[in-house]
């Protein structure tokens, strides 16, 4: 079960062991089943490892609070993330979310039940928690607050089972002669660029096969409701999964590509292999000998790990935000004296947090710095506002640093500061940047376009890939003159702004209002006239029904939508709403994680029902593209069609499938590891007759 900010008491015993393929500094990262990394990596002297030292506090275990509060919220439904957002008033009348309440340290929700706990280190805090708790009202009820101990919130979140299982650790390996030993440590490379070890062709390979495992999992999501409804003798299973599911070819063995719903294609390659990437975003923290640090945590802070490694030998990390990583961890280390140091991620204390290096093709830069002033004892707004102006001063008159070539010019735009008083890793969105020096915004080429790129703007990682990327949009979805794009979840715009010259006109709809205005702005610039923006949810029912409009009012009907969904996927009403919009029959699903892909793949193929009313689409085209080099992750792109309508079995109401729900578990939405079985798949979807015989073994 989830679990929110935790307390980190006492120094690990051993080493913790990494998940392989674990890109913990990477926005895109995703949860889908990681690329093996079996090789013998030849390790780098020089690069700094997971050793653990008597007395660091660098790689820790997460000791258990003793203080918890037992909270019945009447709310089946949300997790701890979710209700941990909630906000109450504090008595002098200011509203905090519930993760900012004075001395919590952690969350824990059991997602089956209503019962919530919340961990303090101090009864104090515990006890003036109560009536801030008891504020939340859910279906009527207040919540209901009571003390209760760490053994009675561990058994009911399973984390006494956990504790008390006697596995060998998972960081430890049997020798030839039987004795456990400990796995060797990775190295930070290791674990925020772990496919750097191969070579460019080796990395393209090791993600094809897992492009070919996320289109064997996505036939396995589709058949399960397929093959129910023809045991139930409603319909046929459509001809595009009958290919998918057939008995292997010696072929299909060979290349590992049986039960695939779409044909495989090689992973299209990255223009630039090497410092790609224009957002780099740096913690501060400790590394393993105490040193203030400011680079890439070793691991996740969920497992325990907290210790920060300098990251000047990461491959994807860009020159010049090298440049001004070392020049900021000369900043820390001159006010040392002073007593300002790191956040401690244990303790919650220290005042420099993160670090960013946001930067453009033309070497625009713009910094984003993050504190807590609060740390500071005697700390006042006066003092506060005379360190920033002693950062910008820093900055703006730093001299060289070996990792910038003296003849490649740059230019500092922009630096913005952000005062985070909170306890958990990340900030509320909502927490504004302070502009401190410099303009608002700097400007990325794209396509031959420019967009403005603000602190929050989501913006592709790889600006040379991020064009291959919509080009190779625009193919796939076959953009004419005559074509109505639907740019759902559109962000700043790229994708459809981009695209405008192409179509007839775009339509977007995002649900940040910061992404929106930066979307029109965008349009503006480049003189777009034929884009228009929503900023609303695309669930909601006002985008539904301006999107019916405008694909009603669009008399060419060469309807595109296209849907680059953040990593909880698309919304099960919006599902529904485009299962029955029959005026769109095409889609592309663009997604950096696939396990969203898979999980929507059942909305999309299942049959025809009470809740999904309309014909089914069906993948036809999928295509895998590089947007991150030297780790395990990839985007898709999946082009969706409205299907055939299939033969129905008998004439009957159509009745909602049985099935494990309406949505899937955790567990179908892992990669499978191995083909679909076909005799598996046979005996499932065969309806025994008097004149039908056995399916073949």
Not at 318 to 338: E, G, M, V
Not at 440 to 458: A, D, H, N, Q, V
């Given at each position: 079960?989830?679990?929110?900010?935790?307390?980190?008491?006492?120094?690990?015993?051993?080493?913790?062991?990494?998940?392989?393929?674990?890109?913990?500094?990477?926005?895109?990262?995703?949860?889908?089943?990681?690329?093996?990394?079996?090789?013998?990596?030849?390790?780098?002297?020089?690069?700094?490892?997971?050793?653990?030292?008597?007395?660091?506090?660098?790689?820790?275990?997460?000791?258990?609070?003793?203080?918890?509060?037992?909270?019945?919220?009447?709310?089946?439904?949300?997790?701890?993330?979710?209700?941990?957002?909630?906000?109450?008033?504090?008595?002098?009348?200011?509203?905090?979310?519930?993760?900012?309440?004075?001395?919590?340290?952690?969350?824990?929700?059991?997602?089956?039940?209503?019962?919530?706990?919340?961990?303090?280190?101090?009864?104090?805090?515990?006890?003036?928690?109560?009536?801030?708790?008891?504020?939340?009202?859910?279906?009527?009820?207040?919540?209901?607050?009571?003390?209760?101990?760490?053994?009675?919130?561990?058994?009911?979140?399973?984390?006494?089972?956990?504790?008390?299982?006697?596995?060998?650790?998972?960081?430890?390996?049997?020798?030839?002669?039987?004795?456990?030993?400990?796995?060797?440590?990775?190295?930070?490379?290791?674990?925020?660029?772990?496919?750097?070890?191969?070579?460019?062709?080796?990395?393209?390979?090791?993600?094809?096969?897992?492009?070919?495992?996320?289109?064997?999992?996505?036939?396995?999501?589709?058949?399960?409701?397929?093959?129910?409804?023809?045991?139930?003798?409603?319909?046929?299973?459509?001809?595009?999964?009958?290919?998918?599911?057939?008995?292997?070819?010696?072929?299909?063995?060979?290349?590992?590509?049986?039960n695939v719903c779409c044909e495989v294609t090689p992973v299209i390659a990255s223009p630039q292999i090497d410092g790609y990437r224009n957002n780099s975003s740096f913690t501060c923290g400790y590394d393993l000998e105490g040193h203030d640090t400011v680079g890439f945590m070793h691991g996740l802070y969920k497992e325990g790990i907290v210790g920060v490694g300098r990251m000047y030998h990461t491959?994807?990390?860009?020159?010049?935000?090298?440049?001004?990583?070392?020049?900021?961890?000369?900043?820390?280390?001159?006010?040392?004296?002073?007593?300002?140091r790191c956040y401690d991620k244990c303790n919650h204390s220290g005042f420099w947090r993160r670090f960013v290096v946001r930067e453009t093709r033309d070497r625009q830069v713009m910094l984003m710095i993050q504190f807590k002033s609060e740390s500071l004892a005697d700390c006042t707004p006066e003092k506060t506002q005379a360190m920033v102006e002693e950062m910008v001063q820093w900055f703006t008159t730093a001299g060289p640093t070996e990792y910038l070539d003296p003849?490649?010019?740059?230019?500092?735009?922009?630096?913005?500061?952000?005062?985070?008083?909170?306890?958990?890793?990340?900030?509320?969105?909502?927490?504004?940047?302070?502009?401190?020096?410099?303009?608002?915004?700097?400007?990325?080429?794209?396509?031959?376009?420019?967009?403005?790129?603000?602190?929050?703007?989501?913006?592709?990682?790889?600006?040379?890939?991020?064009?291959?990327?919509?080009?190779?949009?625009?193919?796939?979805?076959?953009?004419?003159?005559?074509?109505?794009?639907?740019?759902?979840?559109?962000?700043?715009?790229?994708?459809?702004?981009?695209?405008?010259?192409?179509?007839?006109?775009?339509?977007g709809v995002d649900m940040v209002e910061d992404a929106i205005s930066d979307a029109r702005d965008n349009a503006k610039l480049n003189g777009v006239e034929n884009a228009t923006y929503i900023c609303d949810k695309i669930e909601s029912v006002m985008v539904t029904k301006e999107l019916e409009h405008a694909v009603a009012q669009f008399d060419k009907g060469n309807v595109l939508a296209i849907c680059d969904p953040p990593r909880c996927g698309l919304h099960i009403k919006f599902l529904q709403w485009l299962r029955r919009t029959s005026s769109i029959q095409r889609m592309l699903y663009v997604s950096c994680d696939q396990n969203s892909l898979i999980r929507d793949t059942l909305g999309l193929a299942k049959p025809a029902s009470n809740q999904y009313v309309g014909t089914p689409f069906r993948p036809v085209e999928a295509k895998a593209l590089d947007l991150f080099p030297h780790t395990d992750c990839c985007e898709v792109v999946c082009l969706w069609e409205r299907d055939v309508a299939p033969t129905p079995l008998v004439q009957a109401p159509v009745a909602e499938v049985a099935e494990s729900g309406p949505e899937q578990t955790d567990a179908d939405t892992q990669v499978c590891r191995e083909t679909i079985p076909a005799t598996a798949v046979a005996a499932c979807t065969a309806v025994p007759t008097e004149s039908t015989a056995a399916p073949e073994p």
């Open positions: 079960f989830g679990i929110a900010a935790m307390d980190c008491k006492e120094p690990m015993e051993g080493v913790v062991e990494q998940t392989d393929g674990a890109n913990v500094n990477d926005e895109t990262d995703t949860n889908v089943a990681p690329i093996s990394n079996d090789a013998n990596i030849p390790k780098d002297a020089d690069a700094t490892t997971l050793e653990v030292k008597p007395n660091v506090q660098a790689v820790t275990t997460f000791h258990l609070p003793d203080f918890v509060i037992k909270v019945d919220t009447n709310d089946f439904y949300n997790s701890h993330s979710a209700l941990k957002k909630k906000s109450v008033n504090l008595p002098d009348g200011k509203q905090i979310p519930l993760s900012d309440i004075p001395g919590v340290v952690r969350f824990g929700k059991n997602p089956k039940a209503n019962t919530m706990f919340v961990y303090f280190t101090k009864e104090e805090d515990m006890r003036n928690a109560i009536p801030l708790l008891e504020q939340r009202v859910c279906r009527g009820k207040n919540w209901q607050c009571s003390a209760s101990s760490s053994n009675e919130a561990n058994k009911s979140l399973g984390l006494d089972k956990r504790a008390n299982e006697k596995k060998r650790p998972r960081g430890d390996v049997v020798d030839a002669e039987g004795e456990r030993r400990a796995k060797k440590a990775k190295t930070l490379e290791e674990t925020v660029t772990n496919l750097a070890h191969l070579t460019y062709d080796q990395q393209l390979e090791a993600k094809k096969g897992h492009f070919i495992k996320v289109l064997k999992q996505m036939t396995q999501t589709a058949i399960k409701p397929w093959a129910e409804a023809r045991r139930l003798k409603r319909t046929e299973i459509p001809e595009w999964l009958q290919v998918a599911t057939k008995p292997a070819s010696d072929a299909d063995r060979r290349e590992k590509t049986a491959k994807h990390v860009s020159a010049l935000a090298k440049h001004y990583c070392s020049t900021f961890q000369t900043l820390i280390d001159s006010w040392l004296p002073r007593g300002i003849a490649q010019q740059h230019s500092l735009k922009s630096i913005y500061v952000q005062d985070y008083p909170g306890i958990s890793n990340a900030a509320p969105p909502n927490l504004p940047y302070s502009l401190v020096y410099g303009n608002e915004y700097i400007l990325e080429s794209l396509l031959g376009l420019k967009f403005r790129i603000r602190p929050t703007s989501f913006f592709q990682i790889n600006t040379p890939a991020n064009e291959q990327l919509i080009n190779l949009i625009r193919q796939m979805g076959g953009i004419s003159k005559d074509t109505l794009v639907l740019d759902l979840c559109c962000g700043t715009g790229t994708i459809g702004i981009s695209l405008a010259p192409y179509c007839a006109k775009v339509l």
